[in-house]
C-alpha cells in the first residue's frame, strides 16, 4: 500500500506539471500573435496549479502573466498593476535582474515606464488629473528608484481634488525620507532671452556647445519636506481630524527643530483651524529665525489687522516694504489700513448740520479726510507703478484724486481704468 500511495502521489505531480506547461504553451502562443485575451485565460487556468511549480516553471509563469497583463500598453489600470508585480515577481524567483528573463523584462519595464509618463504628462496637460496621478503613481511602481514620480502622483491627486489617494501617497512619501533636493540644469536661451531648465546635464552641456544657449547654471532646488507634511496635516485637517493634522506637523518638528519652512506649515495650519493666537506666536517665532523675510512680517502684519491693531500692523507691513521695496501687498495693504478711517469721517460730515459749530467741524474733518488722502497716496501710486494693470488700486486712486480736487490726476487716472477695462 505504501508504495502504491508513492506512485499515486507521482502521477498527481506528473499530470500537474503537464498541465501547467501546457497552459503556459497555450499563452506563449497567443501573446505571439497579439491574442492577450486568450493568453490571459491560459494563465488564469494555471494560477492555481503554479504554487508548488520549480523556480523555473515560476519564472516563465509570471514573466507571460506580465506580458499578458500589460498586452502591448493596452492594458487596464489594475492589469498594469498586476503585470508590475508579475516582473518583479520574475525577479524575485530568480534572484537576480539578470536571470534567463532579465533583460527582456528591463526592456519591458523601460516600455512601461515611458507609457506611463508619456500618458501622466499628457493627462496633465489635458487636466485629467486623476489619470495623471495614476499614471505618476505607476511610473513610481516601476522604478522606486524615482520617488519623484510619487510625488508628482501625489500633487496631481491633489490638484484634482482626490485628497485620500494624496494623503496616502504623500504618508508614503513622508515615511520615505523624501525630500525631493536635487539639482537643475539651467541656460539662457538665446533666442527667447529665457531661462530653460534640462532634464540633465548633458543636455544643457550640449545646448550650450550647440551655441543655443548661454549662461550654463546648476541650481540646487528646495526641500519638499515641508510642504508634504503640511499638505497632510491640511487633508487631515479638511476631513476634520484636527488632532491628525496637529499631530502630522508636531511629528514633524520635533523631528525638524530648525526646518523654517515646517515652522510656518504649523502656522498656516493653525491659521485654517481659527487658531490666531497661536499662529502669530508661531510667526514670530519664524521671524526671530529668518527676521530679514519680508513675507513673514507681511503675514504678522495682516494678522494684527484682522485683531485691529492698526499700528502693530503698519509697523510690519513697513518692516516688509523695508526689506523688499517691491512687495505690492504691502504698499497696498498700508493704503487699506490709512483709508480705513475715512468710512467713519464722512458719515460724521453727513450728519452734520448748518450752524456754525458744524460747519467749523466740517472744516475740520474735511481737514483731517485730506490728509489721510495724501497719507494714502503714494503707497497706491506705488502699488501702481509695481503693478500697473491693478484696476482695484487704479479705481482707489481716481476716487481719492476726485475726492482731494486733483482734477488733472483724475481724468488721468479715469482714461487709465477706461483703457484697463477695454483691455479685459
Do not use: W
Not at 486623476?130 to 502622483?153: E, I, Q, V
Not at 483731517?368 to 482695484?392: C, G, N, V
Amino acid at each position: 500500500m505504501k508504495k502504491q500511495f508513492i506512485v499515486a502521489i507521482a502521477l498527481l505531480v506528473s499530470t500537474l506539471s503537464f498541465a501547467q506547461k501546457s497552459e503556459l504553451k497555450t499563452a506563449e502562443k497567443a501573446i505571439k500573435s497579439g491574442n492577450f485575451a486568450d493568453a490571459k485565460s491560459a494563465i488564469q487556468s494555471a494560477e492555481s496549479l503554479i504554487t508548488n511549480a520549480d523556480d523555473k516553471l515560476k519564472a516563465k509563469f509570471y514573466f507571460l502573466k506580465g506580458q499578458a497583463l500589460y498586452a502591448n500598453g493596452t492594458g487596464s489600470n489594475s492589469d498594469m498593476d498586476e503585470a508590475i508585480e508579475s516582473f518583479n515577481m520574475v525577479q524575485k524567483v530568480e534572484g537576480s535582474t539578470k536571470g534567463k528573463y532579465g533583460s527582456t523584462i528591463n526592456d519591458l519595464k523601460s516600455q512601461m515606464l515611458n507609457n506611463f509618463l508619456t500618458k501622466a504628462n499628457a493627462a496633465l496637460q489635458s487636466k485629467d488629473y486623476t489619470a495623471s496621478s495614476a499614471g505618476f503613481n505607476k511610473a513610481y511602481r516601476m522604478s522606486p528608484k524615482d520617488t519623484l514620480y510619487l510625488y508628482y502622483a501625489a500633487s496631481t491627486a491633489v490638484t484634482g481634488q482626490d485628497y485620500n489617494t494624496s494623503l496616502k501617497y504623500y504618508e508614503e512619501l513622508r515615511d520615505l525620507g523624501f525630500t525631493g533636493i536635487g539639482k537643475e540644469y539651467n541656460a539662457v536661451n538665446n533666442e527667447s532671452g529665457e531661462v530653460e531648465t534640462f532634464d540633465n546635464k548633458s543636455l544643457r552641456d550640449l545646448s550650450v556647445r550647440a551655441g543655443t544657449h548661454t549662461a550654463p547654471k546648476d541650481k540646487k532646488t528646495e526641500s519638499k519636506s515641508a510642504e508634504i507634511v503640511k499638505n497632510i496635516a491640511l487633508i487631515h485637517l479638511s476631513n476634520g481630524d484636527n488632532e491628525k493634522a496637529i499631530g502630522a506637523m508636531k511629528l514633524a518638528r520635533e523631528q525638524n527643530p530648525d526646518d523654517l519652512g515646517l515652522l510656518i506649515s504649523e502656522a498656516n495650519v493653525q491659521l485654517k483651524m481659527g487658531n490666531k493666537e497661536r499662529f502669530t506666536e508661531l510667526m514670530k517665532e519664524a521671524t526671530l529665525k529668518d527676521p530679514d523675510n519680508p513675507e513673514l512680517q507681511y503675514n504678522l502684519g495682516v494678522i494684527a489687522a484682522e485683531a485691529g491693531e492698526k499700528e502693530a500692523a503698519m509697523k510690519y507691513y513697513e518692516k516688509a516694504i523695508a526689506l523688499d521695496p517691491s512687495y505690492t501687498d504691502a504698499y497696498n495693504n498700508m493704503a487699506v489700513l490709512i483709508l480705513a478711517e475715512e468710512g467713519a469721517i464722512v458719515e460724521e460730515m453727513n450728519s452734520l448740520g448748518n450752524s456754525s459749530a458744524d460747519n467749523k467741524r466740517y472744516d475740520e474733518l474735511r481737514a483731517k479726510r485730506t490728509t489721510i488722502f495724501e497719507s494714502a497716496i503714494p503707497y497706491l501710486e506705488t502699488t501702481l507703478r509695481l503693478k500697473p494693470k491693478d484696476i482695484q488700486a487704479a479705481q482707489t486712486l481716481m476716487n481719492i484724486y476726485r475726492g482731494s480736487g486733483q482734477t488733472d490726476k483724475y481724468k488721468a487716472m479715469k482714461a487709465k481704468i477706461e483703457e484697463l477695462e477695454a483691455g479685459n
